[in-house]
């Protein structure tokens, strides 16, 4: 699996938890897995983050 397939892979994993929050809070789902939803978008974007920028300089650009 090439590097770009990942780093599509781990945007996309942000994406999902995203709307899915999103989602649950405009059906007005528990409060309680909205944020549970929101802080694990935010752990994935840290990670996400993480590759991306590691990519980027094993690349060397």
């Known amino acids: ?36 939803l929101m802080r694990l978008r935010v752990l994935l974007q840290f990670f996400a983050i993480l590759f991306i920028m590691g990519v980027i300089w094993w690349r060397g650009a």
Do not use: E
Request: with cysteine; hydrophobic share 60%.
């Open 1 to 36: 699996m090439s590097a770009d397939t990942l780093v599509l892979i781990a945007c996309l994993a942000v994406a999902v938890v995203l709307l899915f929050g999103l989602v649950n809070m405009l059906r007005g789902g528990s409060a309680n897995l909205s944020q549970k």
